[in-house]
């Protein structure tokens, strides 16, 4: 009788325990990135998405000296993808056009588009989604704007979420 | 078209002109303040901020008319001797039950965009709805409100000067109430004064306010609270969203609860620390009394799980989990608060209860 009980008590407790952690895979949300504004198409972008893309590297030392290579794609690429008015678009009112990077705690940080443009500057700026070749951990990621040769560091955003391309008024 | 005939026009075309600016023009209200806190304000295009909008926003501030049990106003929850806080760990509403967060301090919002301690909802006027409605806090759906202020003697007329006719609507209220908020700037604390050159700090505020604003390298033997990372600016203001280290697992998720993201987990809205001497008790849940504590958290108490990236590894100890400031680097820390009080503000008599004087 008391096994029964037990075996009982212990298969409910198992169902609950499944039930309940089922619950919150479901809740758990994949991070990612939206493409949005003054573009052909919107996009979302997740980690893996991004490693399907060509890969561009950026190595960067850290707060303790530490040197990172952080690997992801060329945000003009990404742009591109996206239809934002790039190289020989890059003209007249466009160029009055700028890209809003903003972050999961509310950071923002803009860029014009000729920065970010290949077919205007040969300095790369790429979304990162690895570090030392690991997904990037929550706390940086899911992407992270690296800018090549950058002296001061805080336009490398982290925990971007979103890249809105908005004209200037 | 004779003479007559023109002058006549002239007159009516002038006369019509003239309520048609009176209506859509009342006088506007100087916002002023130092250029240092930028210009980076939101005042929506339907809501400029005018004399009379402001005044009968502060009349409706304080309106007790606009709660359930006709008691409870804004001004009770958000008081102005304390910075427009109320003293209390929870405030109680209509209902007699308790807020689930702690009272914000009403300063400088025109500068704010996002609102609430998980940054909820988007403008004043958005904003002003929730508590007017809240079943725990005012409890009244703003249409009742509305048919209340019509039976009182003094509001039509309030509303026909902030808005050209007498018409007492739900968005109208919302609109005074939030010109009224944007008027309440601080900018005249002791460290408004330093900043202008014309305040001289004492050796310890001094160093508290290098403390604030400098980043602890143990390794270069650099000391300091980094505070300014998150809290810092002319305004003592950033917009941001962060976890700093209360809980491993925070009971009330903060922006987590809206977006379902992990990495959001016990993330809120950075708070000012404009009179912050004013405003105890502190954080979302009101768990500290003191700035000690707060000091005493931030040097040695932080959680490591959700920690803002800006605090973790945050140390002047190589290694360390937290500041580790020394007790007399925390009393430095709090010198410098402490001259974030702007006394200016909490007296200026175009902030208080008008039926109080």
């Keep these: 009788m008391k096994t029964t009980k037990i075996a009982l008590l212990t298969s409910l407790l198992t169902i609950a325990l499944f039930f309940s952690n089922s619950k919150v895979n479901a809740q758990a949300k994949t991070a990612s990135a939206s493409i949005k504004g003054e573009v052909k198409s919107e996009l979302i972008l997740t980690p893996t998405d991004v490693d399907k893309l060509p890969k561009t590297s950026i190595s960067q030392k850290d707060r303790t000296d530490q040197e990172h290579t952080y690997s992801g794609v060329e945000l003009g690429l990404v742009l591109k993808n996206a239809g934002v008015t790039l190289a020989e678009e890059l003209k007249g009112e466009n160029l009055t056009k700028y890209l809003l990077v903003e972050a999961s705690d509310g950071y923002q940080v803009i860029f014009s588009l000729a920065e970010i443009d290949p077919a205007f500057t040969s300095r790369k700026i790429i979304l990162a989604n690895r570090k030392d070749d690991k997904l990037l951990a929550a706390d940086e990621g899911p992407f992270r704007i690296i800018i090549e040769g950058e002296k001061r560091k805080p336009r490398n955003a982290r925990q971007v979420i979103s890249l809105t391309v908005k004209f200037a008024n | ?110 500068w704010a965009r996002r609102f609430f301690w998980d940054g909820r909802a988007t403008g004043l006027e958005a904003q002003a709805a929730f508590p007017l409605s809240d079943p725990h806090e005012m409890g009244q759906a703003l249409t009742v409100s509305a048919a209340k202020l019509r039976q009182s003697p003094k509001y039509p007329i309030l509303f026909q000067k902030a808005f050209g006719d007498t018409a007492i609507t739900v968005n109208r209220i919302t609109m005074a109430i939030s010109q009224f908020e944007r008027t309440l700037i601080s900018a005249d604390s002791p460290y408004d004064r330093y900043l202008k050159n014309t305040y001289k700090p004492s050796p310890i505020e001094l ?74 008790p502190y954080m979302h849940d009101g768990r500290f009394n003191s700035l000690q504590q707060v000091l005493d958290h931030y ?47 909490i007296h200026n008599p175009e902030f208080s209860n008008p039926n109080h004087p």
Aim: net charge positive; charged share 20%.
């Design chain 2, 299 to 345: 040097s040695e108490h932080l959680k490591q799980k959700h920690l803002s990236p800006f605090l973790k590894g945050s140390s002047n100890k190589i290694g360390g989990t937290s500041l580790q400031l020394s007790a007399h680097e925390k009393k430095a820390v709090i010198a410098f608060l402490n001259m974030l009080t702007d006394t200016t503000f």
């Design chain 2, 1 to 110: 078209m004779n003479s007559f005939a023109k002058v006549i026009t002239t007159l009516i075309g002038s006369f019509t002109l003239l309520i048609w600016v009176g209506k859509l023009d009342p006088a506007p209200y100087p916002l002023t303040y130092p250029s240092n806190f930028g210009n980076r304000i939101s005042i929506p295009q339907n809501n400029p901020t005018t004399q009379a909008g402001v005044y009968l926003g502060r009349n409706l501030f304080y309106e007790p008319l606009l709660s359930a049990n006709n008691k409870i106003s804004c001004g009770s929850c958000h008081e102005q001797k304390r910075a427009f806080t109320d003293g209390k760990v929870f405030s109680s509403g209509v209902d007699g039950t308790l807020t689930s967060r702690n009272s914000m301090a009403l300063v400088n919002l025109l």
């Design chain 2, 207 to 280: 160093e508290g306010m290098r403390l604030f604003n400098t980043m602890p390298q143990p390794r270069k033997k650099i000391r300091g609270a980094d505070c300014a990372h998150c809290h810092g600016g002319a305004k003592t203001y950033l917009e941001l969203f962060h976890n700093n280290g209360l809980d491993e697992i925070s009971t009330d998720k903060g922006i987590a609860a809206i977006t379902g993201m992990d990495s959001d987990h016990g993330r809120f809205k950075i708070p000012t620390l404009r009179n912050i001497a004013l405003t105890a």
